[in-house]
């Protein structure tokens, strides 16, 4: 069963066949920043989730960079907004016919166009949807937090530290996973005398050699590329993505 967080209250967003270990193995993709995801994250994401038995899919967030429209300067000489965007959605392609349904946190990439607009003073009476801007099949579903088998998924802004995830995990007192530090990936466990929870970084599957993450090349922490497993609400995996000997960033 997922739910979904709308205005604070919770509400059942779809029904999902539950798996024979009562709850569901949950495959989770760290950020793509399409048009510039690494050209392996694909087919290492998707034969993961077929070696783990995945029942059900979600996107950490930042499927969507949005560079040219960032808040922060972007490369004079990288695609305008449009041709972006069109990239973007074209290399997106072989994850909505792959992933027809899933869950996705909003990033705060994903959402730059309507923040643009807020600060435009756009009403949101004129705005595109996610799935209309995007072109995302209608089984994608968007919302800040998605809770499944009682985990709390979001994108993770403004969550930082050495742990990300495993930080909101005891802030919040409920096992947690986020994407949005690209530097982190794996699992800590905190574990009382009621009950144990843990905090699952994802990593990202970004091509760190694209111009859009330049503003990183001098930073001593890169990259983790990876993605994660839970199965069932109580045991979470970090899977990282073999590389040919930190090559392409990692």
């Known amino acids: 069963m997922v739910w979904v967080m709308r205005n604070g209250q919770s509400e059942c967003a779809v029904n999902i066949e539950e798996s024979e270990g009562n709850g569901e193995i949950v495959g989770i993709v760290g950020d793509l920043h399409a048009p510039f995801t690494h050209p392996r ?65 909003i990033g705060n990439h994903d959402a730059i166009p309507w923040r643009k607009a807020q600060t435009a003073g756009m009403s949101s009476a004129v705005l595109k949807t996610q799935r209309q801007m995007y072109g995302c099949p209608v089984g994608w579903r968007w919302e800040d937090s998605t809770v499944i088998d009682g985990v709390l998924y979001t994108h993770g802004t403004g969550n930082g530290g050495i742990h990300p995830a495993y930080n909101l995990a005891k802030k919040s007192m409920n096992s947690v996973v986020i994407g949005h530090a690209h530097s982190a990936g794996g699992v800590k466990y905190l574990t009382s005398k009621f009950a144990r929870v843990f905090g699952l970084d994802t990593g990202c ?19 983790v590329l990876g993605c994660g497993i839970v199965r069932y609400g109580v045991e979470a995996e970090f899977v990282p993505m073999p590389l040919e000997r930190f090559k392409r960033g990692n």
Do not use: C
Not at 53 to 61: P, Q, R, S
Not at 209 to 221: N, V
């Open 205 to 223: 599957g970004i091509d760190v050699d694209a111009y859009a993450f330049a503003y990183g090349k001098h930073l001593p922490m890169r990259p």
């Open 41 to 105: 994250y694909f087919d290492f994401v998707r034969d993961t989730f077929e070696r783990k038995g995945v029942t059900w899919v979600h996107f950490a967030g930042d499927i969507f960079d949005n560079h040219a429209m960032s808040y922060h300067e972007a490369d004079p000489d990288g695609l305008n907004a449009g041709p972006e965007l069109e990239a973007a959605r074209d290399q997106l392609e072989k994850w909505y016919r792959a992933f027809p349904h899933a869950s996705v946190s």
